[in-house]
């Protein structure tokens, strides 16, 4: 069964050191068969090709070795091989679809390089219900972040990343989007911002008693009074 592998995702794009640092980058692997056509070439046209295997315990056990074949070619002891690929958890890697798995790369905070590195994504046969894996394409580049070299006094400042993140959402925004200030005191990116509620605005009138009020009086009881009749009275 012919099949070829794609890779795809923001990893592909501008990728710095700082970027593995900061983690949310992902790796998109997508199966691509061929196109073809039935009945000795009269039918439609029709793509054939491998799939990821079944979704749930199947394709969970075969995690590890997806991770495994994300490989790097330089040998720095803090680099993608040491702090990425053998520390990243199976949990990062997603079955999208039969076709498709999404790698996501958690934030990696001791990734440390001195030069640039390749990775080079494999994918095992054990994860293809075809059952032979390949090399997917194409590789993608890390960028290190080197450092210039201080002399004499001169005192260096490290290079202000070009993102904001939200206080809100913890998103990244770009600095030209910038953060808008909320009456929170938060600085928050544009689609997060709320306006303080209009109740908080409300004035209430303080309660007038009208007249002064009647404390309850005390008690009074009639006392029995009365007069001895007797016959002679009523002549």
């Known amino acids: 069964m012919t099949v070829s592998i794609t890779i795809a995702g923001t990893a592909l794009n501008t990728f710095k050191e700082w970027d593995v640092v900061s983690g949310a980058r992902t790796i998109v692997v997508t199966l691509i ?8 070439g009269e039918g439609p046209w ?26 790097s070619a330089g040998s720095d002891v803090n680099g993608w091989n040491a702090e990425v690929r053998d520390k990243i958890l199976v949990a990062s890697v997603v079955r999208t679809s039969s076709t498709v798995v999404t790698i996501i790369l958690p934030v990696i905070p001791h990734y440390d390089i001195t030069s640039d590195e390749t990775i080079t994504v494999t994918i095992p046969g054990a994860a293809l219900t ?11 580049s890390i960028t290190a972040d080197v450092l210039p070299t201080v002399t004499n006094n001169d005192t260096y400042l490290p290079p202000t990343p070009d993102y904001l993140i939200c206080d809100r959402t ?15 005191g ?19 009138r303080p309660e ?7 404390p309850e009086q005390t008690d009074r009881f009639v006392t029995d009074v009365y007069t001895e009749v007797s016959l002679a009275d009523l002549d």
Do not use: C, M
């Open 208 to 214: 007038k008693l009208k007249g002064s009020p009647r």
């Open 170 to 184: 913890g998103y990244k925004v770009t600095v030209d989007e910038g953060l808008v200030k909320e009456w929170t």
């Open 186 to 204: 938060n600085k928050v990116r544009s689609k997060s911002y709320e306006e303080r509620h209009p109740q908080d605005f409300v004035k209430v």
């Open 33 to 40: 068969g061929d196109w073809g056509r039935s009945g000795w």
């Open 130 to 140: 075809g059952g032979s894996g390949a090399a997917a394409t194409p590789t993608f």
């Open 46 to 71: 029709s793509q054939s090709g491998d799939t990821w295997v079944a979704a749930g315990a199947t394709f969970e056990a075969q995690r590890q070795a997806i991770i495994n074949g994300l490989d």
